[in-house]
T-cell receptor, first 114, second 116 residues
Framework: DVKVTQSSRYLVKRTGEKVFLECVQDMDHENMFWYRQDPGLGLRLIYFSYDVKMKEKGDIPEGYSVSREKKERFSLILESASTNQTSMYLC?????????????FGPGTRLTVT | AQKVTQAQTEISVVEKEDVTLDCVYETRDTTYYLFWYKQPPSGELVFLIRRNSFDEQNEISGRYSWNFQKSTSSFNFTITASQVVDSAVYFCALSERRDNFNKFYFGSGTKLNVKP
């Protein structure tokens, strides 16, 4: 079974703090993704990575950065958290480069910025 | 324009009723893939099904069935004899090749409430 784990289920941070969200997958997948999920908006892609040290912007990268130093780990960084970044953050991974591969999701981190 | 549209924001049914979740997609590619995911209250999205653009055969898996129609760009999901455990948010997604990457587009989700 593919396992995607995220470091925290719930997180509360203050405005202006630097926030790290960690994601680890155990199936040697090449691709990893960060989404945020907001009511009525579905899942929106923030960043993705198709290889170690490689990253690509998704649809809403502003205010975020990412790091992938090891294949199994993909970190999302909020440089200076703001209240509009309060959301559910979902990490996913998928094998290979074919568009046929489904994504495997972690349990999500619900981040509240006060 | 949205690539994947799930017009039903929320549906409520009583247990044992049949329910259909609609999904309409938009693409110019001839090769693409469609997916359905279930997100129970625990939060983790669970993969349900994948369909490629060349296979329009309907699929049935237990109480679940999927109707793929390229002519209407739709990939609808039917739950027969719904159960309380089916209560979840369901997402439809499209995968296509863009700029040498695989791009996934998710719909906004349909929340299904099954009442006992």
């Amino acid at each position: 079974d593919v396992k995607v784990t995220q470091s925290s289920r719930y997180l509360v941070k203050r405005t202006g703090e630097k926030v790290f969200l960690e994601c680890v997958q155990d199936m040697d997948h090449e691709n990893m993704f960060w989404y945020r999920q907001d009511p009525g908006l579905g899942l929106r892609l923030i960043y993705f990575s198709y290889d170690v040290k490689m990253k690509e912007k998704g649809d809403i990268p502003e205010g975020y950065s990412v790091s992938r130093e090891k294949k199994e780990r993909f970190s999302l960084i909020l440089e200076s958290a703001s209240t509009n970044q309060t959301s559910m953050y979902l990490c996913a991974s998928s094998p290979g480069t074919a568009s046929s591969y489904e994504q495997y999701f972690g349990p999500g981190t619900r981040l509240t910025v006060t | 324009a949205q690539k994947v549209t799930q017009a039903q924001t929320e549906i409520s049914v009583v247990e044992k009723e049949d329910v259909t979740l609609d999904c309409v997609y938009e693409t110019r590619d001839t090769t693409y893939y469609l997916f359905w995911y279930k997100q129970p209250p625990s939060g983790e999205l669970v993969f349900l099904i994948r369909r490629n653009s060349f296979d329009e055969q309907n699929e049935i898996s237990g109480r679940y069935s999927w109707n793929f129609q390229k002519s209407t760009s739709s990939f609808n999901f039917t739950i027969t004899a719904s159960q309380v455990v089916d209560s979840a948010v369901y997402f439809c997604a499209l995968s296509e090749r863009r700029d040498n990457f695989n791009k996934f587009y998710f719909g906004s989700g349909t929340k299904l409430n099954v009442k006992p």
